[in-house]
């Protein structure tokens, strides 16, 4: 599977923004998906997860409420829709795809995730 990210940018606090992951090579039916975000110097944190169905997902206290990840499987791509951006949003946000054989599962550990996108950066100012 590779998968690509896009829709960062710079923004303005209180902005909004919508990131999207493409995938190719094979269909992410089967896979849940996670968007991760990586400031320098730090460890890359997990940001929101969905589950295979799209039933399930799963926010990091941070973004829960501002941030609303989906899917759509027949266009293979995940969104990670982000609004009221704050200045401590401004990340690298990583795509990733883990496959599972559960429907409702929600992955939150990076090392579970096999597939990893390119990156996008989103820059947020005050």
């Known amino acids: 599977v590779q998968l690509q990210a896009s829709g960062g940018g710079l923004v303005q606090a209180g902005d909004s923004l919508r990131l999207s992951c493409a995938a190719s090579?094979?269909?992410?039916?089967?896979?849940?998906m996670g968007w991760f975000r990586q400031v320098p110097g730090k460890e890359r944190e997990i940001a929101a997860a969905?589950?295979?169905?799209?039933?399930?997902?799963y926010y990091e206290d941070s973004v829960r409420g501002r941030f609303t990840i989906t899917r759509d499987n027949a266009k293979n791509t995940v969104y990670l829709q982000m609004n009221m951006l704050k200045p401590e949003d401004t990340a690298v946000y990583y795509c990733?795809?883990?496959?599972?054989?559960?429907?409702?599962?929600?992955?939150?550990?990076?090392?579970?995730?096999?597939?990893w996108g390119q990156g996008t950066q989103v820059t947020v100012s005050s």
């Open positions: 969905i589950s295979w169905s799209g039933d399930s997902t």
């Open positions: 990733a795809a883990a496959p599972t054989r559960y429907s409702e599962y929600v992955i939150r550990l990076g090392y579970e995730y096999v597939y």
């Open positions: 090579g094979r269909t992410l039916s089967g896979y849940a």
